[in-house]
């Protein structure tokens, strides 16, 4: 069974929801529903609309789909590729209503994403000792928010946490994360006007002695000067790497949903001077661009392990393609129920 009608009939039970993976899976969805709000009215109801402007299948029905589908930020190359699967599998399967070409979007949406490998979306852990996760991205993306919603989804899962503030460059950086330190009740090192390296280095002998599960740390986003931003996550990275061996597990980039097209860039720049190993894209509540998931998969193919739903320290989800996908659809695949 397709995506599409795996959600309707989820949907449709409502009641009788029997186990409890279903309810988490249902629950989920609702909160990825609301964070999607934007993306889905200014650009899924698009869809809607021209589902019904055309009932069959032409050119025209073609070309409005495609310039919906770049507006939406997904990417002209990914917006190519699925529009000649998608023309391939009209003409293969005869399709000529476009109510349900609709399904065949969403099913073929959700293709993109998962195609080739198996996404690890999960966080890899350090079984030795302090998992340690580094932060980085540019200025004002939501790093050391990301960083206070961590340490709370942590927390909650009775883990013991701690925060290092490794960026020292910009003023106020280091009481920042230390007010969500006290927010969410999680131990901090960080010290002000210093190097970032030797306060990284400091505050992990203390996660060692703390005997602390999960060690996050921030690091400054700039990216103005590429060779010092390199020489300096470089830097960090060794001093990570000395005190405990394999970490960080996780280098983590940060990218506002926002930003569009820019945060492609971004994750393609950083790609070439550090490890990255998961993105963390921000601010989706705030943006009808929610269709940067796909693109950034396609161009940098890189998973996106959380995304930001908000300012609060509860608005941090793991990525959950189907829950995604169901949040932009919902009213195309609840559409005349
Ligand atoms: N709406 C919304 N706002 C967010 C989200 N994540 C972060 N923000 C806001 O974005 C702003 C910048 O967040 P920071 O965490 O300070 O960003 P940063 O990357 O650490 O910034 P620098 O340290 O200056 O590089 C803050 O006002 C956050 O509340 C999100 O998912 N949704
Ligand atoms: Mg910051």
Redesign the pocket.
């Known amino acids: 069974m397709g995506l599409f009608n795996k959600f309707k009939e989820m949907f449709k039970k409502n009641e009788e929801v029997k186990n409890a993976e279903e309810i988490a899976k249902k629950q989920e969805i609702e909160i990825y529903d609301k964070g999607l709000e934007k993306t889905r009215k200014e650009f899924v109801n698009e869809l809607s609309v021209l589902g019904h402007k055309y009932t069959t299948v032409s050119e025209e029905y073609f070309d409005e789909l495609e310039n919906i589908l770049i507006m939406a930020d997904i990417g002209v190359n990914t917006v190519m590729s699925f529009l000649d699967r998608l023309k391939a599998r009209v003409k293969k399967e005869n399709i000529v209503d476009t109510k349900y070409l609709q399904e065949v979007i969403v099913d073929e949406l959700f293709i993109i994403y998962v195609s080739g490998e198996s996404l690890s979306d999960k966080i890899k852990m350090n079984p030795e000792g302090p998992t340690v996760i580094l932060m980085v ?10 960083i206070g919603k961590l340490a709370y989804k942590y927390k909650q899962e009775g883990k013991k946490v701690m925060m290092i503030a490794g ?1 020292t460059f ?1 003023a106020g ?1 280091v009481v ?1 994360l230390e007010e969500w330190a006290k927010r969410t009740n999680t131990l901090f090192y960080g010290k002000e006007n210093t190097d970032p390296a030797g306060v990284i280095y400091d505050g992990l002998i203390k996660a060692k002695e703390e005997k602390v599960d999960i060690v996050l740390v ?1 690091t ?2 700039r990216l103005q000067n590429k060779v010092n931003l390199m020489k300096e996550l470089e830097k960090i990275n060794k001093v990570i790497g000395t005190h405990i061996p394999g970490a960080p597990q996780e280098t983590l980039l ?1 990218i506002d949903a926002a930003t569009g097209q820019n945060g492609i860039l971004q994750a393609e720049a950083f790609r070439e001077i550090t490890n990255i190993t998961g993105i963390v894209l ?5 943006t009808a661009k929610g269709g940067i998931v796909l693109a950034i998969k396609e161009a940098v193919n890189i998973p996106v392990k959380f995304i ?4 609060g320290m509860e ?1 941090l989800r793991t990525f959950d393609i189907e829950a995604y996908i169901y949040g932009l659809f919902k009213d195309m695949i609840n559409d005349g129920e």
Do not use: F, I
């Open positions: 991205g540019v200025n004002g993306v939501g790093k050391t928010t990301t960026d910009r950086a920042q921030d400054a986003g940060v921000t601010k989706l509540d705030g930001g739903l908000g300012e608005d």
